[in-house]
């Protein structure tokens, strides 16, 4: 088996309902419902996510919501209302690749931004190609980057549960995750200081991939 690196592995316990919601939007498997848990996992090369998916699958009951497979990086989302099982098909990826979690690289902070009281003609260039809810005039508007790109889920995730803010969108996968949140001043400041912090507790391997 040629190597395999594991830039992803995160655990979500309690996918909150905006970011639950914004994954059916996006998400071309089994659609995922909110408060069930789950686990991104992102690899490269990425081909070889079929492998890791084949491997959780049939070990455990989960549901596949996401598989992404581009030319560098393969991308993987599973849930199940049992943690349980979603913590099982992650140690058989686990097993699979013949590594531990905290082999996994370490999330980076790439870039992070508040916008305070956005204008309008601002808010119509991003409401155009957003896939959750609308950011408003005058609202603030947080944005982040993440790399490797799958831990942007847990951020976000963790943000929802921080603060009553609006997700406006969350990419998932690429050269870098991104997440964009809106609300009011002090709502927004909440949620970016617990998505920071969510990324800042999670450990790992610093460098880059094989």
Same mark, same amino acid.
């Given at each position: 088996m040629s190597a395999i690196t594991l830039r992803t592995y995160v655990f979500l316990d309690s996918l909150q309902p905006q970011l639950a919601s914004l994954m059916a939007t996006v998400a071309r498997g089994?659609?995922?419902?909110?408060?069930?848990?789950?686990?991104?996992?992102?690899?490269?090369?990425?081909?070889?996510i079929n492998r890791l998916t084949d491997a959780a699958?049939?070990?455990t009951s989960v549901q596949p919501g996401m598989q992404v497979v581009e030319r560098a990086y393969g991308l993987l989302e599973v849930h199940h209302d049992d943690q349980g099982e979603v913590r099982q098909s992650g140690q058989a990826i686990l097993d699979y690749l013949n590594v531990k979690e905290e082999d996994r690289l370490k999330p980076k902070l790439v870039s992070d931004t508040i916008?305070?009281?956005? $204008?309008?003609?601002?808010t119509q260039l991003i409401n155009?190609?957003?896939? =959750?809810?609308?950011? &408003?005039?005058g609202e603030s508007l947080f944005i982040l980057e993440t790399d490797p790109a799958g831990y942007v889920a847990f951020a976000?995730?963790?943000?929802?549960?921080?603060?009553?803010?609006?997700?406006?969108?969350?990419?998932?996968?690429g050269a870098f995750g991104r997440l964009y949140l809106a609300?009011? $001043?002090a709502d927004v400041d909440a949620a970016a200081d617990a998505a920071k912090? =969510?990324?800042?507790? &999670?450990?790992?391997k610093d460098g880059k991939d094989k």
């Amino acid at each position: 088996m040629s190597a395999i690196t594991l830039r992803t592995y995160v655990f979500l316990d309690s996918l909150q309902p905006q970011l639950a919601s914004l994954m059916a939007t996006v998400a071309r498997g089994f659609l995922p419902t909110p408060n069930q848990a789950a686990l991104f996992v992102e690899v490269a090369p990425g081909m070889a996510i079929n492998r890791l998916t084949d491997a959780a699958l049939k070990a455990t009951s989960v549901q596949p919501g996401m598989q992404v497979v581009e030319r560098a990086y393969g991308l993987l989302e599973v849930h199940h209302d049992d943690q349980g099982e979603v913590r099982q098909s992650g140690q058989a990826i686990l097993d699979y690749l013949n590594v531990k979690e905290e082999d996994r690289l370490k999330p980076k902070l790439v870039s992070d931004t508040i916008i305070r009281s956005i $204008e309008a003609y601002h808010t119509q260039l991003i409401n155009r190609v957003r896939f =959750a809810n609308m950011v &408003l005039p005058g609202e603030s508007l947080f944005i982040l980057e993440t790399d490797p790109a799958g831990y942007v889920a847990f951020a976000a995730n963790e943000a929802e549960k921080a603060a009553n803010i609006n997700i406006v969108d969350v990419q998932f996968f690429g050269a870098f995750g991104r997440l964009y949140l809106a609300g009011k $001043e002090a709502d927004v400041d909440a949620a970016a200081d617990a998505a920071k912090k =969510a990324l800042q507790s &999670l450990t790992g391997k610093d460098g880059k991939d094989k």
